[in-house]
């Protein structure tokens, strides 16, 4: 059964080479000729204001969350959409009618959010 | 599956779009908020009835592991499940009716208190009807989360926000094993079916691997039953959370985690009455039992007291489990029954006579009530000896059936403890009755108006703990029919 | 009709529930009256619509058992909230439900301005649902239940009037007199029934007495079971020697004398015997001891009734003796007569005590017959059914009491011999004379009271009414039972409708001994015709030569003065049991045992659980990361439990 597995160990050991790829190939092969003003805190252009372990206003976090609800219905219609074709086949309209259900759930959930003030930002 | 297999699974159906339903009369009917704490209630009492009323009709473990089976065959509907609903639905509902006017005397209604309660008991009902270990965890965690929510309730009440913290981080930490333990679990047994992994036990039970996830498993659930060494939350959990929602905590959360316990206990009940998960399980009620009922007695706050009392009761209905057997089982199904009504008597009693600022939280508080507010403390009485097991009321034949169990299972002594324990424990359950009638109380002043749903609410856990006092043949019939 | 007869058990308890809640707030007579009047009214309807239906039905088919639900469940014991139907307890049911009623109704009259007068309901309400949980039980333990409730709501009533002084104490004490001497009964019923668990497995009776009919059971154990079973009998109908409490419990207010201490419960020691007649009549040891003591109640209680001067002590020794009169019939293997004598005594003596309530009423609490007289010109109605209850008790034909007394004698002689029937008929004399000396000094002759201060009156209708239709009873009554000789087996119908319940009992001790019919018609004529002389011979001395009673009583002083101090039999239980039981109590087991081993040892223990629990206490910091280390070696230890263990 662990044979089962191997696609997955695959997959995580070409995304660890790749990232590392990526993060050492440029240091690896680009240039490199350091003066004062290139070493300075790159902040779009601006000075930088403060300290970068500031807190954070709490709405951040709450967009980060609903940005998960999306996220997941992403992750769960993706999938379903990909097979339904195959799905329907094996058996029929309930597929179709199980994803309204959820669809459903969710957007009253986003709803709710929406109605609770959850996109003001103040 | 067909349109019509989904009306075997009505309870969860109607708690579910009750859910829904709620959320959309908060967000778009103004005037509407004034009805959501009825409208819960209905819905709760109306699956409750529903499950009641279908415990024998319905085929049990309706479906076949089948892969278009209702749901994947992932749930089953009927028997010892509906019990379980109906215990769960009709609990809340009582709880419903303690929170509507407990809220607004403590300022902190909003309709997101019914919307967390309907979910919770959702939670509750995935897991006692689930027929797969994923099913048990988003049962579980849609429950815990609701939970958390609720211990916070009270935003602007620094205990409250510690509860639910505290609840909250340890709750997580407990939820990591039982994770790793089903995790094991599925290692070995290749199924998330427990179907699957109850056919398989018998091969498995030399797999230590297996075994590792049982307990991880267990301990999980241990956790949520507030039993030693996994209690510690509790006391602070239920002092600081509002009352109404430990009274749902303490109760129907507590029952459902036992049945969590109960459906994987097949397995445990294969590796026969000498396993190491019997002894395991004597130690734990040992521990849960002397713990709850000494520290009990130190205690100054009512709430605190009731939360060490409860985790003395998840010690008497460990002794079931360890008996292994299913009269033990039964006894525990019968304790749940009895424990969820005498405790939503006593909390729902303390949340009629707590005030914003706290009073009548202190045991001392009650001194002289039985004045003041005769029917109130007759009440508390009456539930006090229930709790503390004397008879004719429903705790005494709770304790009866377990220790029965563990009689017929060889385990005596574990008896003899569970006997010592409740000695003890009548002298904090007493010092109540003793402080109501027998001392007079430094403060005359009037206590604030009695709520009308609360009291009816007391009043129905009272006939409940009275009725299953004096017939408790009747309901564990029922129950032992269902195992 | 009859699958719904635990009605008649609701009906009693929703009267007790309604008017114990909300008696209070009534503030009105008339409406606690009638609920609670009319509680008992239902359920008399309901055992009643039971009865005819079961009237139509063939024989066989008559026993019915309706269970409610299942009650206790352990181990083999399986006893459940079940009432049964059969002959037996169906005529129980209707005596217990309508003499209530009567006695309820006219309640209502007597208890009129009491300040208690709704928990005086409440009571009532209470004892009837206790009854006839006794009566219609299928099982010991209910019966059991009802057997504990009655003795209840006779304390409560008896000690009704706790402010008030009776005799050299309180109405309190007479209560607990009660109470503590019922308990020694009750001791008695639950050996024997634990004795019946052992033998038979089980509780319900048709299991019991089946498995008994059997008869692979020795018969010491049957007579030992027996004796227990009597202990209680005797308790709760006041035989030799827990008699003591009954004279006592007229503290009470005299409806509940009427209804409990005469009509009712007092019969439920017979009803027990007469249930268990199987297992008696396996056991004939016992029979005769239920005989012996049966005969020497009935003897002893009607000479101490002789010369009592309270109304009421009058009544109640008359009724220890009637009492006596039904465990001799029981001895006699006389079930059905001896159920008979109950239900007929039912009638006339729950006639007799209202007569007496309606007298006291009208004489403003004055019970002392010595202050009484010609009390017939102020009260017709009751003097006249007072006379007819005197008649029927006294044993003259056609009335209610003949009837009954008679089979009961005609038992004594045919299965126990002429030294049974003799002491009988004495009794039974002394009954007539008794009963008639108190009629006589209370109706007839000379006013003896102060007749400008007191003025006697009738009592209002209320009361008066329930009094008529007893006193019909009691003139009726004795039809259901004529004797063999007169109209044949058939026509005695009150026997051939029990005959089923008794058919087992009945042919196991069946002595084969026949009489002529000359010998029975002689022994009717002797027993009447001593009645008739013993009533006129009353008449003689407290009508027209009262001097006499007090030249007799001079003379006869020592006998006198005994009788009239009930044989000491007080002060010797007094001497020889309480005061001792108490010394021992007080010096030893309260001051030595109790006080320095038992709370001495407790007190320790107590602390020392005390002392634990602060420690523990301290156990919950209140830290977080504290309480996760302590989770964490929970699960180490666990996993090493069980790695271990593979």
Not at chain 2, 7 to 19: C, N, Q, R, S, T
Not at chain 2, 316 to 334: D, E, H, K, Q
């Amino acid at each position: 059964m662990i044979e089962s597995y191997i696609p997955i160990f695959l997959v995580f050991g070409f995304a660890i080479l790749f990232s590392l790829a990526v993060v050492f190939s440029s240091s690896l092969f680009g240039p490199q000729r350091p003066n004062a003003e290139k070493m300075t805190t790159y902040e779009s252009g601006v000075k930088p204001i403060g300290l970068a372990n500031e807190r954070v206003s709490v709405k951040y976090y709450l967009v980060a969350m609903l940005f998960i609800i999306f996220d997941l219905e992403v992750i769960f219609v993706y999938p379903w959409a990909v097979k339904f074709k195959s799905l329907y086949a094996q058996q029929g309209i309930q597929v179709f009618w199980a994803m309204i259900v959820f669809l459903t759930v969710f957007e009253v959930g986003f709803l709710y959010a929406f109605k609770k003030g959850g996109f003001k930002w103040d | 599956m067909e349109m019509k297999d989904l009306f075997y699974a009505m309870p969860l159906l109607i708690v579910g779009g009750g859910i829904l339903l709620i959320l959309l009369i908060d967000m778009f009917f103004k005037g509407g908020k004034k009805i959501i704490p009825a409208l819960t209630f209905f819905i709760l009492l109306g699956t409750a009835y529903y499950s009641l009323f279908t415990i024998n009709q319905l085929p049990i473990g309706l479906m076949p592991v089948s892969e278009f089976g209702l749901f994947y065959g992932m749930l089953s509907f009927g028997g010892k499940a509906h019990l379980f609903y109906f215990l769960f639905n009709f609990g809340s509902a009582i709880a419903v009716l303690i929170a509507n006017d407990y809220l607004k005397k403590i300022e902190t209604e909003y309709s997101e208190y019914y919307i967390l309660l309907l979910s919770s008991v959702l939670g509750m009902m995935l897991i006692a009807g689930s027929r797969n270990l994923v099913m048990i965890f988003i049962g579980l965690e849609q429950m815990s989360i609701s939970f958390y929510a609720l211990a916070g309730y009270r935003r602007k009440n620094i205990l409250s926000n510690e509860a639910a913290l505290k609840y909250f981080l340890l709750g997580s930490f407990a939820t990591g094993f039982l994770i790793y333990g089903m995790a094991f679990i599925f290692g070995t047994a290749q199924s998330m079916m427990l179907i699957d992994i109850f056919s398989q036990t018998s091969v498995l039970v030399k797999n230590p691997l297996f075994m590792i996830g049982i307990l991880l498993f267990l301990i999980g659930f241990t956790f949520k039953i507030a039993a030693v060494p996994f209690h510690m939350w509790a006391p602070d959990v239920y002092e600081g959370s509002p009352t109404s929602v430990t009274a749902l905590m303490a109760t129907v959360g507590k029952a459902a985690a036992f049945s969590a316990i109960l459906l994987i206990f097949v397995s445990v009940a294969k590796m026969g009455p000498n396993s190491v998960f019997s002894s395991m399980f004597s130690v734990v009620a040992v521990l849960s039992m002397l713990y709850g009922s000494i520290a009990a007695i130190a205690q100054k706050d009512i709430k605190r007291m009731l939360a060490y009392s409860s985790i003395a009761h998840a010690g008497y209905m460990t002794i079931g489990l360890a008996a292994v057997n299913p009269s033990g089982i039964a006894g525990i199904i019968f304790y749940l029954v009895a424990y969820t009504f005498m405790n939503l008597g006593a909390f729902g009693i303390i949340a009629l006579l707590e005030s914003k600022e706290g009073k009548f939280l202190s045991i001392e508080d009650y001194k002289g009530l039985g004045t003041r507010q005769p029917f109130l403390a007759a009440s508390l009485a009456i539930i006090m000896f229930a709790l503390s097991g004397i008879p004719p009321f429903a705790g005494f034949f709770g304790k009866y059936y377990i220790f029965l169990a563990a009689i017929q299972s060889g385990d005596t002594w574990l008896a003899l403890v569970g006997v010592l324990s409740s000695v003890i424990s009548v002298y904090f359950y007493l010092r109540v009755v003793v402080y109501m009638y027998f001392s007079k109380s430094d403060d005359e002043s009037a206590i604030l108006e009695i709520s009308q749903t609360g009291l009816l609410a007391v009043i129905a856990s009272l006939v409940l703990v009275i009725a299953f006092g004096l017939a408790p043949g009747s309901l564990i019939r029922l129950i032992s029919g269902l195992i | 009709m009859r699958n719904l007869i635990y009605l008649s058990v609701v009906f009693p308890l929703i009267g007790f529930l309604v008017n114990g809640l909300l008696g209070r707030k009534f503030k009105s007579e008339k409406v606690v009256g009638i609920i609670g009047s009319g509680a008992v009214g239902a359920a008399f309807l309901v055992v009643l619509a039971a009865f005819v239906e079961t009237l139509r039905m063939p024989e066989e088919g008559r026993a019915l058992i309706v269970t409610l639900f299942q009650w206790v469940k352990a181990g083999n014991l399986d006893v459940s909230i079940a009432y049964q139907i059969d002959q037996l307890s169906l005529v129980m049911g209707l005596v217990v439900t309508g003499v209530g009623f009567l006695i309820h109704i006219y309640s209502i009259g007597y208890m009129h301005g009491d300040k208690g007068f709704w928990r005086f309901f409440t009571y009532l309400n209470l004892f009837i649902f206790a009854m006839m949980n006794l009566v219609l039980a299928d099982n010991f333990l209910l019966m059991f239940l009802g057997w504990e409730g009655v003795g209840l709501c006779s304390y409560l009533l008896i000690g009704f009037w706790y402010d008030r002084k009776f005799e050299k104490s309180t109405t309190s004490d007479a209560a607990k007199k009660a109470f503590v001497v019922n308990r020694i009964g009750d001791f008695g019923f639950l050996i024997g029934m634990f004795l019946i668990y052992l033998n038979f497995g089980s509780l319900n009776f048709t299991t019991v007495f089946a498995k008994a009919g059997v008869g692979n059971i020795p018969e010491s154990t049957f007579t030992l079971i027996a004796l227990c079973l009597f202990i209680g009998a005797a308790g709760k109908s006041a035989q030799i020697p827990l008699f003591v409490w009954l004279p006592d419990a007229m503290a009470g207010p005299t409806p509940v004398s009427a209804l409990i201490h005469a009509a009712t419960m007092v019969t439920a020691g017979v009803y027990l015997v007469a249930r268990c007649s199987i297992i008696y009549a396996s056991a004939p040891m016992a029979l005769t001891v239920v005989a012996v003591i049966g005969l020497a109640t009935a003897f002893f209680a009607a000479t101490v009734g002789l010369v009592q001067t309270d109304i009421k002590k009058v009544l109640a020794y008359s009724t220890v003796s009637q009492l006596g009169y039904m465990f001799l019939a029981m001895g006699m293997g006389a079930f059905s007569a001896g159920i008979f004598h109950v239900v007929t005594h039912a009638f006339f003596k729950a006639l007799l005590f209202l007569g007496a309530g309606s007298v006291i009423h009208g004489m403003h609490d004055e019970q002392d017959i010595r202050k009484y007289g010609n009390l017939k010109k102020y009260m017709p109605k009751t003097a006249k059914t007072f006379l007819i209850a005197a008649i029927a008790i006294s044993g003259i034909p056609p009335f209610a009491g003949f009837f009954s007394k008679d089979e009961i004698l005609w038992e004594a002689f045919s299965v126990g011999g002429f030294g049974f029937w003799i002491f009988g008929v004495i009794t039974a004399l002394f009954t007539a004379f008794y009963m008639f000396r108190l009629y006589f000094l209370t109706f007839e002759g000379k006013e003896r009271f102060d007749s400008h201060h007191v003025h006697p009156h009738e009592s209002p209708a209320v009361m008066t009414i329930p009094l008529m239709i007893l006193a019909f009873l009691s003139i009726v009554g004795g039809f259901l039972g004529m004797p063999a000789i007169f109209v044949g087996e058939e026509g005695n119908l009150f026997g051939r409708w029990l005959a089923p319940i008794f058919k087992s009992a009945e042919t196991k001790i069946f002595t084969g001994a026949e009489h002529s019919h000359l010998m029975e018609i002689l022994l009717m004529a002797i027993s009447v015709a001593g009645a008739a002389l013993a009533i006129y011979f009353a008449k003689f001395v407290y009508l027209h030569k009262p001097e006499i009673a007090e030249k007799v009583s001079a003379k006869l002083k020592p006998i006198y003065t005994t009788l009239l101090n009930k044989y000491y039999v007080d002060e010797i239980y007094d001497a020889v049991v309480v005061n001792p039981i108490r010394l021992v109590s007080e010096s030893f087991l309260w001051k030595i045992t109790d006080v320095k081993l038992i709370d001495g040892l407790l007190n320790k223990s107590a602390a020392l659980v005390d002392y634990l629990s602060g420690y523990i206490r301290k156990i919950q910091t209140g830290a977080v990361q504290f309480y996760a280390i302590i989770m964490m070696t929970g699960i180490l230890a666990a996993l090493f439990w069980i790695i271990k263990s593979l």
